[in-house]
C-alpha cells in the first residue's frame, strides 16, 4: 500500500514563530487532508488538498502532485495551534480510497 | 461537511467484556469508516463499514473481535468484544460522501481497559 511519511516528527515553537510541516507519500493520490488533533483527540479538518495550494487564515498549505509531497505553513503559531498535525492520503487504484495517514507531526508552542 | 456523533466519548471497561460504539451522521453518507488509534500512535484503519453486507476489515483486524453493523446510510457501529487491555485506544467513526472527497470524523471514543 502507499506509504506517508511526516517530518519533523516533533516540533517546538516560540509563540509567534512560523513553520513548515511536510508530507511525502509513495505513489500517485487523488485523496490527500490535513488535520490537527487536539489534546482531547478530536480531527480537525484543515485543508483537503490533493493538489494546488490553499490558504486558511494563519495556515495554508501546497501539494505538488507530480512530487509527491505536501507542506502545511503555520504563520504567526499560537498556543492553540499546540497538537498532532497528519497528513492523510488517498490513492489512484480501484479499492484504495480509504485513506491512510501518516506518523504526525506534534507541535508544540510555548508562550 | 458532516456532522458526526459518536457515543459514549469515552469509557473504562474491564477486562473480558464488550463495548458498542454508535457512529450517527446528520445526512446519507456512501461511506464510513472505523479507526483505531492507540496510545501515542497514528491512525490505523480497521474496516469499511457496508450498508447492508458484511463490513470490510483491514489485515489484523477481524469480525469476531471488532463485529460492525450499518443498517442504513446514516448510523453505524463497532463492538470491541472481549477486551484487554492492550484495546485500550482512540476508536474514530469516519466519513466520506464519496471517493475522492474530504473524510469527516467523529469526536472519538477513548476506550481504557483495566
Known amino acids: 500500500g502507499i506509504q506517508v511519511e511526516q517530518s519533523p516528527p516533533d516540533l517546538i515553537l516560540q509563540e509567534g514563530a512560523n513553520s513548515t510541516l511536510r508530507c511525502n507519500f509513495s505513489?500517485?493520490?487523488?485523496?490527500l487532508q490535513w488535520f490537527h488533533q487536539n489534546p482531547w483527540g478530536q480531527l480537525i479538518n484543515l485543508f483537503y488538498?490533493?493538489?494546488g495550494t490553499k490558504q486558511n487564515g494563519r495556515l495554508s498549505a501546497t501539494t505538488v502532485a507530480t512530487e509527491r509531497y505536501s507542506l502545511l505553513y503555520i504563520s504567526s503559531s499560537q498556543t492553540t495551534d499546540s497538537g498532532v498535525y497528519f497528513c492523510?492520503?488517498?490513492?489512484?487504484?480501484?479499492?484504495?480510497?480509504?485513506?491512510?495517514f501518516g506518523k504526525g507531526t506534534k507541535l508544540s508552542v510555548i508562550p | 461537511s458532516a456532522v458526526i456523533s459518536q457515543k459514549p466519548s469515552r469509557d473504562i471497561c474491564q477486562r473480558g467484556t464488550s463495548l458498542t460504539i454508535q457512529c450517527q451522521v446528520d445526512?446519507?453518507?456512501?461511506?464510513m469508516f472505523w479507526y483505531r488509534q492507540q496510545p501515542g500512535q497514528s491512525l490505523t484503519l480497521i474496516a469499511t463499514?457496508?450498508?447492508?453486507?458484511?463490513?470490510?476489515?483491514e489485515s489484523g483486524f477481524v469480525i469476531d473481535k471488532f463485529p460492525i453493523s450499518r443498517p442504513n446510510l446514516t448510523f453505524s457501529t463497532l463492538t470491541v468484544s472481549n477486551m484487554s487491555p492492550e484495546d485500550s485506544s482512540i476508536y474514530l467513526c469516519?466519513?466520506?460522501?464519496?471517493?475522492?472527497?474530504?473524510?469527516?470524523f467523529g469526536q472519538g471514543t477513548r476506550l481504557t481497559v483495566v
Open positions: 469516519s466519513v466520506q460522501r464519496g471517493r475522492d472527497t474530504e473524510a469527516f
Open positions: 505513489d500517485s493520490v487523488n485523496n
Open positions: 488538498i490533493p493538489s
Open positions: 492523510a492520503v488517498g490513492g489512484k487504484g480501484a479499492g484504495s480510497y480509504q485513506l491512510t
Open positions: 445526512s446519507q453518507v456512501t461511506m
Open positions: 463499514a457496508n450498508q447492508g453486507s458484511e463490513a470490510t476489515y
